[in-house]
């Protein structure tokens, strides 16, 4: 138990009243979160600005620092706005004004500062007393109405002053600058947006109330950050975002490829994502590139001036620009994620997360509402205005009788009040204007001025009477702004843009780093495998180990990869690059990949992207695969064709047309459409052709159309036409039929 009070002797007077600690504790703590919420973190829903933001305003406008002023040491600014609402540290005012000033912090800039302000390398602001300040347009449009009773004041902290409670806001402050601030268990995080497209939004919203964050996101792209960027989140996401009011953005910097002489390039940065510090992103891709933790980046340097222009060189030409661009990305600040959480206070007292709709509907009521008080106002100058020409008219129509009662009357007052029937404060009036004044009145000025007050005051009548002209003259205000912003195209164009998100692929960093050249690869009848520079056509003067010979040969580059299928139904993967040359014998294609003793390699050749192949084993079953589905990434292999001993794979040929021809030992010959063989990325297949003795011998896909041919010993082509092929056509798993006559003996198509 806490006692507040004192009883000891010589200690203050009263009696002690026990308190409940934990409840002391609890009502205080309470209090303080309270205050620094509404007091410090978040912003009024209605002008988008904390406490500081508006007393820093407000001052500057008590000082008549407009847009067009001299401008004035920031000294003065923060002394004034100190001294007068907001007691605090004189750095943490100074902080906030240097922010409001730095055109790479505000979308939309409410200082002009002149002086050094700090910089995007993250750079801090000279001292206060060598800067100067003054308002911008923007900030006018904040204040515009302020001394026309369009809010409401309160005493400063110490009563002395008086400050507003709310700006006018004809200016969707909240979401063009966005805001960011930590209270007692609570955050905002507001990204700010392109004021054309909340005006558009606004529009939208006033001729449909009800219209949600989903329709308004056909107006309003997404964020718009001062420092540009691109945005790479999916669409759904962003429309998500918007409207629980939580979530994040993905921004990305801006970057593009540059030529440069003998066939070099470069990759350079052009704008960086909001809120990193140049000075900093640079040192850190620096350390990447130095600790060949980005091996694809060669060199880093800052070739900004006013704009931004961070260069990074390859390590080699032969790297693809994007794949480097993507290891950066992953590694350092050129890709942040930005918070979005739009806590904000509603009503200037309930902080609430708002979704977008709810905060543009949270300005536009506030404007009407400063719109009716503002009219309320002029309503009733107007009726000032009018009671005083009437008793100026009475005046000038009795101008002699008025001169003499003022000269005669000890009363004259009463008596001017008793004569012309006049209320006080017309007498008043005319007691306080000079002689010469009254001397040079004129009638027609007076009546016409008082009949253009007349239909004025008509007008704001019918305004105040009507929701609908109210909403009305809040359009023509928006278009308006829209206007003034558009006549600056640094401030109205879009700087932020909006792009797909790329996919999430491995990234195979030594692969990247290959330099792109074209090679021949050799694979002699014992497997031996090497890689001839260019591509060579003639081979005949190869030399091979001992009795060995030549199997195949094809066209790849450095970059390819190469597949080997074994026996035993696996498929092996080789790196081109990795081959070796072709000035020895090569190596065997068993020391470079864990290829079982008992399998023999049945086909080598280059990985073709989305390429079909058919596999057959020799008991006669098999389908089709694609050779995506055959690149490994071991030295393992990976299982293809699930064969059960003793049968093996036997044949591997392309899949390019729509019939398959196979012959088996026996001699029998079987046409049937490709159609029938399905398409499996692992298996057993099924059967092609039923044999009563041996197995399949060879087989091959074609295109019906062209008829199928086959090479016999003596390198001749013979060619079997469609209609020839008639009798030999049926579907799969039948026995087939004796070829036609001239088909090699050896069973083979070539």
């Known amino acids: 138990m806490a006692k507040s009070g004192t009883t000891a002797e010589g200690g203050g007077g009263g009696d002690a009243v026990p308190v409940e600690l934990r409840a002391a504790l609890e009502e205080r703590y309470l209090t303080y979160a309270l205050s620094t919420i509404t007091g410090r973190a978040l912003p009024d829903a209605r002008d988008g600005l904390k406490p500081v933001h508006r007393r820093i305003l407000y001052g500057m406008q008590i000082l008549r620092l407009d847009p067009n002023t001299p401008f004035k040491k920031c000294a003065k600014i923060v002394g004034d706005v100190m001294g ?43 001292a206060y007393r060598y800067t100067e300040a003054r308002m ?3 900030a006018r449009l904040l204040l515009e109405g302020i001394n026309e009773d369009a809010i409401d004041f309160r005493p400063n902290y110490s009563g002395e002053e008086q400050e507003p409670v709310v700006l006018p806001a004809a200016f969707p402050n909240l979401l063009a600058n966005g805001a960011q601030g930590i209270a007692v268990g609570m955050a905002t995080s507001i990204p700010p947006h392109n004021l054309n497209e909340l005006c558009d939004a606004a529009l939208y919203l006033i001729s449909h109330r009800s219209a949600t964050a989903e329709q308004l996101l056909t107006f309003v792209q997404g964020p718009d950050f001062p420092t540009g960027g691109i945005v790479v989140d999916p669409r759904a996401q962003i429309v998500e975002t918007y409207r629980t009011g939580r979530g994040s953005f993905r921004l990305r910097a801006r970057w593009k490829r540059e030529e440069s002489a003998r066939g070099q390039w470069v990759a350079v940065v052009t704008e960086i994502p909001y809120g990193v510090q140049k000075s900093r992103l640079i040192e850190k891709l620096a350390e990447l590139v130095v600790e060949k933790k980005a091996p694809l980046a060669g060199d880093v340097r800052d070739e900004s001036a006013e704009d931004v222009r961070i260069v990074i060189e390859p390590r080699t030409r032969a ?17 942040v994620r930005f918070p979005v959480n739009m806590n904000v206070l509603v009503d200037g007292a309930v902080p609430r997360v708002v979704s977008l709709d709810e905060a543009l509907r949270q300005w536009l009521d506030h404007r009407r509402e400063v719109l009716e008080r503002r009219s309320r106002h002029r309503l009733a100058e107007i009726v000032r205005r009018l009671e005083v020409l009437e008793g100026m008219i009475v005046v000038f129509l009795n101008l002699d009788e008025v001169i003499r009662i003022i000269r005669e009357e000890d009363e004259p007052k009463q008596a001017l009040k008793a004569a012309f029937e006049l209320t006080d404060v017309q007498v008043d009036y005319i007691l306080d204007t000079r002689l010469r004044a009254l001397r040079k009145l004129e009638e027609m000025e007076l009546r016409k001025e ?8 008509k007008e704001v009548e019918a305004l105040l009477a009507d929701e609908g002209k109210q909403w009305k003259a809040i359009t023509a205000q928006i278009r308006e702004l829209k206007k003034t912003i558009n006549a600056n195209p640094v401030l109205a164009e879009r700087r932020t843009t909006f792009e797909d998100a790329p996919e999430a692929t491995d990234i195979d960093l030594a692969e990247a780093l290959i330099e792109r050249e ?57 790196d081109a690059a990795k081959l070796p040359g072709g000035r020895g014998y090569g190596e065997p294609i068993r020391l470079m990949a864990d290829i079982d003793e008992d399998a023999a390699i049945v086909k080598v050749l280059p990985q073709t992207p989305d390429a079909l192949l058919l596999l057959v084993a020799d008991d006669g079953r098999g389908f089709v695969v694609s050779q995506n589905d ?11 064709f699930n064969v059960e001993p003793p049968s093996k794979l036997k044949v591997v040929t392309p899949a390019e047309g729509d019939h398959v021809a196979i012959i088996g030992e026996n001699r029998k010959l079987l046409v049937f459409p490709l159609a029938e063989a399905p398409q499996m990325a692992r298996g057993k297949g099924v059967r092609l052709q039923r044999y009563k003795d041996g197995g399949v011998a060879d087989a091959k896909v074609f295109a019906l159309a062209d008829g199928l041919t086959w090479t016999d010993s003596s390198g001749r082509v013979f060619t079997v036409g469609k209609q020839e092929l008639k009798e030999w056509i049926a ?3 039948e026995a087939g039929r004796l070829p036609p006559r001239g088909f090699p003996k050896s069973n083979r198509f070539g």
Not at 106 to 121: E, K, T
């Open 630 to 640: 055959l690149v490994a990434t071991t030295r393992k292999g990976r299982a293809v």
């Open 319 to 335: 790297v693809d620009p994007a794949l480097m661009m993507e290891t950066l990305f992953k590694l350092s600040e050129l890709e």
């Open 84 to 126: 007068s609402f907001h007691p605090h540290g004189d750095q943490a005012i100074y902080d906030a004004l240097v922010r409001l000033a730095q055109d790479f912090s505000s979308r939309y800039p409410l200082v002009d500062g002149q002086g050094n302000f700090g910089n995007v390398d993250g750079d801090a602001a000279a």
């Open 518 to 574: 074209p090679i021949t690869v050799v694979v002699t009848q014992k497997g031996w495998i090497r890689a001839l520079k260019g591509h060579v056509a003639d081979l005949t003067q190869l030399q091979f180990k001992g009795d060995d010979g030549l199997d195949t040969a094809f066209f790849a580059q450095t970059t390819s990869k190469v597949l080997a299928l074994a026996s035993n139904g696996k498929a092996y993967t080789l």
């Open 731 to 733: 579907h799969r798993a």
């Open 450 to 457: 008082h009949a253009k007050l007349g239909e004025e005051r």
């Open 136 to 138: 911008t347009a923007v």
